[in-house]
């Protein structure tokens, strides 16, 4: 997003908080302005704060080839409080001398180009979109194309929501009379009629659908190469073997090809997580599926985006969610009564969210549910071997470790393993636990007792350590880091 408006603009103005100096967004923005070769005014915000250091500002800033007038730069820094609306003027006044330095003009006749801001669908009023008119004067009326869309413009309002008749070069405006929704980022055009609109769309979307199946194309022809190349080596394989064993061999492969039952597709399906995601506007949707792109877990849970789309959440989402059995994710829209109750009905989740750091947090949460608990073991004491003998118990002998506890307790109802070297060589049970000769259940820290295990042909040593342990199951947590 910072990047596209850094394209779209001719002057940047890069805020910096006072009190917080440089920050990662800062020098991410600082490297989107230096991409796009657009100059930029500093506008030093929170100057009202008794924190507020904005010399270290400037200072910091120079570490990024931001270099302020104030040290011998072109770059202006004004002082500003968004809170008190102090300097306020002045950050506007730095801006106009910068335009008039750099002649920025356009021109008002001709036909109208401009770029999508932003889109989104208004209830009341359909597909509506922000853009800034770049180039002619836009007007009630006026045929426009963008991406694979098309509006006769019915209505225009400015940045305060009330109604204009038309718009010049550099103003922000709100188009409604959209057909579709296009997309953040796609260039406006006016065209001269509507039909003459219709055909650029209709081109335009023949060109996207050759494209994609020219790519089909060539992934069909890399797999069969594949199959070739398998089948090929399949050929090799079995050429030397006489016809029964080669009949054998195939018939085992093909058993363990063999589809799952509908009992074990369900199990299967624990490990995939369907998603459909809808937000307020087109940027929203494009930086959430943005992040999902970073997803790098597959391995443990497949991530599934069965839909995405603008606007709030509808019966068709609900119903979409329930066949895939997914999860519905909404930012900055809402999900009326009656959709919640038909979602509860249908046992679909649906999350809002008004923060996409949250709606990713969530997300990961909902992973992680889906991946099988980690078994953890907890010691609750540690014993040494001091001595080795055997008892008889009827026609067998069965050995039996002296031991003290050196650590915490030793319970026979919980697990035990013979560590050795450092190497575990048994995990189990106890038949026995002695403290002389009698029978107990526990026994604590720095006592003596006598045990046996569940496994005979174990060999004790003197110098062996006996663990008691107890297995508890930890949620897992999914490796995927979208990187805040």
């Known amino acids: 997003m910072r990047a596209r408006g850094a394209h779209i603009t001719?002057?940047?103005?890069?805020?910096?908080?006072?009190?917080?100096?440089?920050?990662?967004?800062?020098?991410?923005?600082?490297?989107?302005?230096?991409?796009?070769?657009?100059?930029?005014?500093?506008?030093?915000?929170?100057?009202?704060?008794?924190?507020?250091?904005?010399?270290?500002?400037?200072?910091?800033?120079?570490?990024?080839?931001?270099?302020?007038?104030?040290?011998?730069?072109?770059?202006?820094?004004?002082?500003?409080?968004?809170?008190?609306?102090?300097?306020?003027?002045?950050?506007?006044?730095?801006?106009?001398?910068?335009?008039?330095?750099?002649?920025?003009?356009?021109?008002?006749?001709?036909?109208?180009?401009?770029?999508?801001?932003?889109s989104f669908t208004d209830k009341g009023r359909g597909p509506v979109t922000t853009a800034i008119i770049q180039r002619g004067t836009l007007r009630k009326g006026s045929i426009l194309v963008a991406g694979k869309s098309w509006a006769k413009v019915r209505l225009m309002f400015d940045e305060n929501d009330k109604a204009i008749n038309e718009a010049c070069p550099s103003m922000p405006v709100g188009i409604i009379g959209w057909r579709d929704l296009p997309s953040a980022g796609d260039e406006i055009l006016e065209v001269e009629s509507e039909p003459r609109a219709r055909e650029v769309?209709?081109?335009?979307?023949?060109?996207?659908?050759?494209?994609?199946?020219?790519?089909?194309?060539?992934?069909?022809?890399?797999?069969?190469?594949?199959?070739?190349?398998?089948?090929?080596?399949?050929?090799?394989?079995?050429?030397?073997?006489?016809?029964?064993?080669?009949?054998?061999?195939?018939?085992?492969?093909?058993?363990?090809q063999q589809p799952l039952k509908p009992k074990e597709k369900a199990g299967g399906d624990s490990n995939v997580l369907p998603i459909i995601i809808k937000g307020d506007v087109d940027?929203?949707?494009?930086?959430?599926?943005?992040?999902?792109?970073?997803?790098?877990?597959?391995?443990?849970?497949?991530?599934?985006?069965?839909?995405?789309?603008?606007?709030?959440?509808?019966?068709?989402?609900?119903?979409?969610?329930?066949?895939?059995?997914?999860?519905?994710?909404?930012?900055?829209?809402?999900?009326?009564?009656?959709?919640?109750?038909?979602?509860?009905?249908?046992?679909?989740?649906?999350?809002?969210?008004?923060?996409?750091y949250r709606l990713i947090e969530d997300l990961q949460e909902e992973l992680s549910s889906r991946l099988p608990c980690i078994v953890e073991e907890h010691t609750i004491g540690e014993a040494s071997i001091l001595a080795t003998?055997?008892?008889?118990?009827?026609?067998?002998?069965?050995?039996?470790?002296?031991?003290?506890?050196?650590?915490g307790q030793l319970e026979k109802q919980k697990k035990f393993k013979l560590i050795r070297n450092g190497h575990v060589i048994w995990k189990g049970s106890l038949i026995s636990l002695k403290h002389h000769k009698d029978d107990i259940s526990v026994i604590k820290t720095g006592m003596d007792c006598g045990l046996s295990l569940d496994e005979e042909k174990i060999e004790f040593k003197v110098g062996d350590d006996i663990v008691c342990y107890e297995e508890k199951e930890v949620l897992a947590k999914t490796s995927w880091d979208p990187g805040f």
């Not at 230096?34 to 250091?53: F, G, H, M, S, Y």
């Not at 997803?295 to 606007?311: I, P, Q, T």
């Not at 003998?389 to 650590?407: H, L, M, N, Y």
């Open 10 to 118: 001719d002057i940047i103005i890069l805020v910096v908080a006072a009190d917080d100096g440089v920050m990662k967004q800062t020098v991410e923005s600082i490297q989107h302005a230096k991409d796009a070769q657009v100059p930029v005014v500093l506008a030093i915000n929170k100057c009202d704060k008794a924190e507020a250091d904005p010399e270290r500002v400037k200072k910091e800033l120079l570490a990024y080839d931001v270099v302020c007038e104030d040290y011998g730069g072109d770059i202006q820094a004004v002082h500003v409080s968004a809170l008190t609306g102090d300097n306020l003027m002045a950050l506007v006044e730095a801006t106009i001398a910068l335009a008039e330095m750099l002649e920025l003009k356009a021109d008002p006749t001709g036909p109208v180009e401009g770029t999508v801001i932003e």
């Open 201 to 256: 769309v209709h081109w335009r979307k023949y060109e996207q659908e050759q494209e994609k199946n020219k790519e089909d194309l060539e992934l069909i022809e890399e797999k069969r190469k594949e199959h070739q190349e398998a089948h090929r080596k399949a050929r090799e394989k079995y050429g030397t073997l006489p016809w029964k064993e080669r009949s054998f061999i195939k018939y085992k492969i093909k058993k363990q």
């Open 283 to 356: 940027g929203s949707v494009e930086a959430i599926l943005n992040i999902m792109d970073t997803y790098d877990a597959s391995h443990e849970c497949e991530l599934e985006l069965v839909h995405f789309g603008v606007g709030d959440i509808s019966e068709n989402d609900v119903n979409l969610a329930e066949t895939f059995h997914g999860v519905i994710y909404g930012f900055n829209v809402n999900a009326g009564n009656v959709i919640q109750q038909s979602a509860a009905k249908k046992g679909v989740k649906i999350k809002l969210h008004k923060i996409i």
């Open 389 to 407: 003998f055997s008892i008889t118990e009827g026609k067998k002998k069965v050995p039996v470790a002296g031991c003290r506890v050196q650590k």
